[in-house]
């Protein structure tokens, strides 16, 4: 059931984890299926955390599609009551960036994920963080999603994509739009544009944040199935 029709949940979506970066541990929710060839791993926007509703119910459709996810907190709690007060770090791109380098970097030495092929799925500022990743490990990256995404943020990494890269954006969500097709014009790899009819920034209307997890699952599964191997399942 999409969020707009539900509570959030503080559940985990998975198994509960510890990511380590190299400056700080965050939690994180790891869910494995039985032969999952790819795990995606999500970066929220800003103000949010791995409880996002819109991700976890998207994490839902991948893991129905075979994939692996990863939800984790890009800030830690001191971080977030800092954030909440100031808005001092959701727009620090290349904070985020780091997080998401390390969480990758994590997964390949974690053994029920080290031989799967990574994906991003970014929304808001999350996807800048994405993108800019993905440039930092094209060898372990197979393909990005942005929901939403503040791509233009990522300008300076743009170039250096290889990871095929899909586009979501809301038919009435005009800023952002303008400022993904912008950015589509500096990339060099695969990649698409989709546009939600009728729907913003948040796509909150009937059947809009379905549509955006079934184009996520048909592009990660396209583009992440059999790039490396294949795992155990994480309950």
């Known amino acids: 059931m999409p969020p707009n029709q539900q509570t959030e949940s503080t559940e985990p979506l998975g198994k509960g984890v510890e990511v380590r970066c190299p400056d700080v541990s965050l939690d994180g929710d790891l869910s494995v299926p039985d032969g999952a060839t790819g795990l995606v791993i999500f970066a929220h926007g800003s103000g949010s955390s791995r409880f996002s509703p819109r991700n976890r119910y998207v994490a839902r459709q991948l893991q129905e599609g075979g994939l692996g996810t990863l939800l984790f907190d890009l800030l830690t709690e001191d ?13 620090n791109i290349e904070l985020l960036t780091r997080r998401l380098v390390g969480a990758v970097d994590w997964a390949s030495d974690f053994e029920a994920t080290s031989n799967l092929i990574y994906g991003y799925f970014g929304s808001s500022t999350g996807a800048a963080a994405a993108l800019k990743a993905a440039a930092r490990r094209p060898d372990a990256t197979g393909a990005v999603v942005s929901r ?6 990522a300008e300076e990494d743009l170039e250096r994509v290889e990871a095929p890269s899909l586009f979501i954006v809301g038919g009435e969500d005009h800023t952002v739009l303008d400022l993904n097709r912008g950015a589509l014009a500096w990339m060099s790899c695969e990649t698409e544009l989709e546009i939600v009819p009728g729907a913003g920034h948040l796509f909150e209307g009937e059947g809009e944040l379905e549509q955006v997890a079934g184009l996520a699952r048909d592009w990660f599964v396209r583009h ?8 155990e399942s994480v309950p």
């Open 224 to 231: 992440l199935a059999g790039r490396r191997g294949s795992a």
């Open 148 to 153: 939403g995404g503040r791509v233009d943020l």
């Open 79 to 91: 971080e977030e009551e800092v954030d909440v007060r100031t808005r001092e770090y959701r727009f």
